[in-house]
């Protein structure tokens, strides 16, 4: 099946600090998205991507997709101590519409450091 | 987006009993999803819950063992049956967006531990 490789798998930051982790695949996605989730949560949706080469911010976050459709990043600026908690990547292989079906990354624990 | 709860929250469990997990949504969406996130881990897809018919299920997981109902466009359960600590985990249901393109929302999860 579809893998992805999120990294990094966590970071120690201080707070101001920017931040980028990134995911890559061996298959070719049709949508990105990335998902935050804090302790006792579901993850919630941060971006979402859904062309090759699209870059989209979200306040302080901004996430790119990769233009060979097998990799994304997102970077956050100026890291605040809300940020922390499990980032999770995810691709879809379906070009929009119903029957999404979501491979996801195993996650980047971010720890911000006031 | 759609505003999805869960109930129960969490729960602790026997094992070799059943619990079953619930999920609202407050408005109709045509897709739902029932994923599973062991400890420390990510999320995999369990199911997906199909209205007026049988769940579609992810290789590694059968109906005997998580079955599933949809009876509406809001509503769905899923069962963890016979229980062992194996089961301990997260569950979570998720929806599609209502528009096309949009993607998938979930809800707070439910947390099982099974002694």
Known sequence: ?114 | SAVISQKPSRDICQRGTSLTIQCQVDSQVTMMFWYRQQPGQSLTLIATANQGSEATYESGFVIDKFPISRPNLTFSTLTVSNMSPEDSSIYLCSVEGIQVGETQYFGPGTRLLVL
């Open chain 1, 1 to 114: 099946g579809q893998q992805l490789n999120q990294s990094p798998q966590s970071m120690f930051i201080q707070e101001g600090e920017d931040v980028s982790m990134n995911c890559t695949s061996s298959s070719i996605f049709n949508t990105w998205l990335w998902y935050k989730q804090e302790p006792g949560e579901g993850p919630v949706l941060l971006i979402a991507l859904y062309k090759a080469g699209e870059l989209t911010s979200n306040g302080r976050l901004t996430a790119q997709f990769g233009i060979t459709r097998k990799d994304s990043f997102l970077n956050i600026s100026a890291s605040i101590p809300s940020d922390v908690g499990i980032y999770f990547c995810a691709g879809d292989f379906n070009s929009g519409g119903s029957n999404y079906k979501l491979t996801f990354g195993k996650g980047t624990l971010l720890t911000v450091n006031p």
